[in-house]
Nanobody, 116 residues
């Protein structure tokens, strides 16, 4: 069982930056990790994925603005979000799956609100 805890959300003006963190309770170095978000009235959608070796994938709407990194020694996942837009407002979740993560594990989410 892996527990994930996100932090770093908040309210920021459009054009600003935030850095989200996701702390895992167990060794997730061999797991794929991802950031997802859910805006009000919408389903949960992938934002980025990062493999155990650090290869990243981003959805087109955040490419060039968001950067996902991981620190396997500390079991941490990060999402640096720059040039934030109102449309980025959502609850952000981290997830771990694949590799030694035999199940998909989710955090409780952290709220990001971008004001105009």
């Amino acid at each position: 069982q892996v527990q994930l805890v996100e932090s770093g959300g908040g309210t920021v003006q459009a054009g600003g930056s935030l850095k989200l963190s996701c702390a895992a309770s167990a060794n997730i170095s061999s797991c794929g990790m991802g950031w997802y978000r859910q805006a009000p009235g919408k389903g949960r959608a992938m934002v980025s994925r990062i493999t155990s070796t650090g290869t990243t994938t981003y959805v087109p709407s955040v490419k060039g603005r968001f950067t996902s990194t991981r620190d396997n020694a500390k079991n941490l996942l990060y999402l640096q979000m720059n040039s934030l837009e109102v449309e980025d407002t959502a609850m952000y979740y981290c997830a771990a799956s694949g590799g030694t993560c035999v199940d998909t594990y989710w955090g409780q989410g952290t709220q990001v609100t971008v004001s105009s």
